[in-house]
């Protein structure tokens, strides 16, 4: 039990130093993400954000693949 209030408090600690790092405009916690437009994987059909808002959960996930 006390491990894991150590662990949580170690945790805002460092989410504290990432947001004076980066300024108060960096996202926080529950902030909505704001809306973006991409194209499908043929680059054909154009995929907004917000086509999704109470439809389906979505997952974004940045990376490299090659």
Known sequence: MIKKF???FKGIRQG???HK???PSAPKVGDLA?????????GEN???L????DKRPV?????SFT
């Open 6 to 8: 150590i662990d949580a």
């Open 16 to 18: 504290n130093q990432w």
């Open 21 to 23: 790092k980066h300024g």
């Open 34 to 42: 704001p809306d973006f437009c991409i194209s499908d994987v043929t």
């Open 46 to 48: 154009p995929i907004r």
């Open 50 to 53: 917000s086509d999704f808002i």
């Open 59 to 63: 997952a974004l996930v940045f990376g």
